[in-house]
């Protein structure tokens, strides 16, 4: 008998997802939609707005980690761009990384990366654009040799970034390079 409050409590805790309740995503959501976060709307960002944010909490209680669809900032038309913009090649789909705050906003939050191994580049001009490729040594393997992820850009500033889904070796990123026709510059320090 003694049993059944915990395994109540466990149950009532996966159904209102400890960490982060449901209500907390949809307000979470709803700030998003309505630019009422700290810092991801920051000229630097270039974002203009969030359509259809989805936030799930993380295992750090009271942060989420959030996806929805961007409206960039008009690009200039006389000069180079020097933050995100509505380029052909512009990211169709962001991943925001949210926490708690204190002042105005109850969150802020922050623009990320696809997780390793996203697709993303999903449009005509996304996989038509140049692009160029970058491995960084960040561990060994058993026998010494350096490991890391291959991280692909579009070639023009602010396009999105796509990350392998497994580390591999400098060969093996030069393999894959080479195969793509893609510059592969290497950064190990």
């Known amino acids: 008998m003694k049993r059944v409050p915990v395994v109540l409590l466990v149950v009532v805790c996966l159904l209102a997802a400890c960490g982060g ?22 000229a630097k960002t ?20 959030c996806t929805g669809k961007p409206t960039w900032v008009v690009c200039p038309k006389d000069a ?23 002042g105005t906003y109850k969150f802020s939050c ?29 561990a060994h393997t058993i026998d010494g040799a350096d490991i890391g992820p291959l991280t692909l850009t579009t070639a023009e500033s602010f396009g999105p970034v796509e990350t392998q889904q497994n580390y591999i070796t400098r060969p093996e990123a030069e393999a894959l390079a ?3 026709h893609v510059p592969l510059a290497i950064a190990c320090g």
């Open 178 to 180: 080479s195969g793509l």
């Open 46 to 65: 270039g974002l203009d707005a969030v359509a259809a944010p989805v936030c799930e909490p993380t295992t750090l209680p009271g942060n989420y980690t």
């Open 80 to 102: 180079s761009p020097t933050t995100p913009c509505a380029s052909p090649t512009a990211p169709t789909k962001i991943w925001i990384a949210c926490y708690p705050a204190t």
């Open 21 to 42: 309740s449901a209500s907390s995503a949809s307000k979470l959501e709803s700030a998003i939609g309505s630019k009422q976060v700290a810092d991801l709307f920051a």
């Open 110 to 138: 922050q623009r990320g990366e696809a997780p390793p191994g996203t697709k993303v580049f999903v449009t005509p001009a996304q996989r038509a654009a140049k692009k160029s490729a970058e491995w960084k040594c960040l």
